[in-house]
């Protein structure tokens, strides 16, 4: 499976997301400001990667300065790159983990290595989280299976490898049961404005040899209703305290049409996307893009010139729609307030 970060030993190695399907581009990571206009551009893109990738901006701004400037300069690292994107909380989980692994150092220069070594550690270690969301995941789902033994699930937007360092959330399950010999088929929606669902699910799906067909985000009610889909799995940006779970924009509309239909409406999501300090989703931040991605999504102007566009990045379902969480931990269902805190206990 393609890895979105490595560690080179002088730089941060991304690969660019901007580029796909149709290039495979890697671009190497040397200072924090490459690494805020990756973030924001989606170069890296997805709430786990990014906070790892955060993990390395982090060290890649520290390391050169001189010991007597470092506290202040760690903060002023930090709190940057903190401003490069507001919604997926794994960018803040990963920034604050360096941070407090840095104050617990006895010299800057052991701070230096404490933080390198954390985030080089997150690169193992979200690959241990994905794979037991996958194993947890996978458990959901098999007794979905249908006549002929496959598992039709559709998804939105990218929660596969290519959103976190290489398994994924959403789509772990599913390479954790082709490892097991069950077989699938995934129904990526395309995911306007940026296509994620198109150029980055359908492509890692395809390569990993999953069949996957892509619809037009306006299809999936059609596929629904037409009894394609056994169950809808996303990824999620950030967790709110009661449930409530902000995902790329169009996921309620998903979640909508499969209560509407009886569809299971499954979101993995690792522990490091929970957030129980907010207790809604109506505390969560959501990024708000140009409006050029909407006029200008295909290369060429879709919409006339000046015409006022509106472009959240993500919305949130409540938590009602959402038939269970899958993390790393287990699987919870509602009441969500209840085992959430247990969960994060
Ligand atoms: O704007 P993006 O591409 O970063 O949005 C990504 C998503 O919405 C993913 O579904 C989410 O980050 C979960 S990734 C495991």
């Known amino acids: 499976m393609l890895q979105t970060i490595t560690w080179t030993g002088t730089a941060a190695r991304l690969l660019d997301q901007t580029k796909l399907p149709t290039e495979t581009v890697y671009v190497n990571i040397t200072d924090e400001r490459q690494m805020w206009d990756a973030i924001q551009r989606l170069v ?3 709430a786990p990667a990014i906070g790892v990738a ?8 520290v390391y050169l300065t001189p010991d007597d400037r470092f506290t202040v300069r760690l903060e002023e690292v930090c709190r940057y790159l903190a401003t490069s994107r507001p919604t997926a909380v794994n960018l803040f989980w990963a920034i604050d983990r360096v941070r407090r692994v840095a104050q617990s150092a006895k010299s800057p220069q052991s701070a230096k290595q ?6 080089i550690h997150m690169l193992d270690e979200d690959n241990r989280v994905c794979r037991a969301i996958g194993e947890h ?11 002929t033994g496959q598992i039709n699930l559709l998804t939105h937007c990218n ?16 390479y954790i049961g ?10 990526a929606d395309e995911t306007r404005p940026l296509l994620q669902g198109s150029r980055i699910t359908a492509y890692e799906l395809q390569q990993n040899g999953i069949p996957v067909t892509v619809i037009c985000d ?3 009610a059609t596929v629904m209703r037409d009894g394609k889909v056994a169950a ?3 990824g999620t940006d950030r967790v709110a305290a009661n449930g409530d779970v902000a995902n790329k924009i169009g996921t309620l509309g998903v979640a909508i049409l499969a209560k509407h239909f009886g569809i299971p409406f499954y979101v993995a999501a690792p522990t490091s996307s929970i957030d129980l300090a907010l207790p809604s989703g109506d505390q969560i931040p959501i990024e708000q893009r140009d409006g050029r991605e909407v006029s200008h999504g295909f290369g060429r102007q879709t919409a006339p010139t000046d015409v006022d566009i509106h472009n959240p990045a993500f919305d949130v379902t409540p938590a009602e729609l959402v038939t269970a969480i899958i993390t790393e931990k287990g699987v919870i269902q509602a009441p969500y307030p209840r085992h959430l805190s247990a969960l994060m206990e």
């Open 218 to 220: 306006s299809m999936a």
């Open 159 to 174: 929660a596969g490898g290519l959103a976190t360092v290489q398994f994924g959330t959403a789509l772990a399950p599913v």
């Open 137 to 147: 995941g996978v458990a959901l789902l098999e007794p979905l299976k249908d006549a």
């Open 178 to 187: 082709k490892e097991r010999g069950l077989k699938f088929h995934v129904y």
């Open 232 to 234: 809808v799995v996303v």
């Open 54 to 61: 955060a993990a390395f901006g982090v060290y890649l701004g």
């Open 114 to 119: 404490k933080i390198l070594d954390e985030a």
């Open 44 to 46: 890296i893109r997805g």
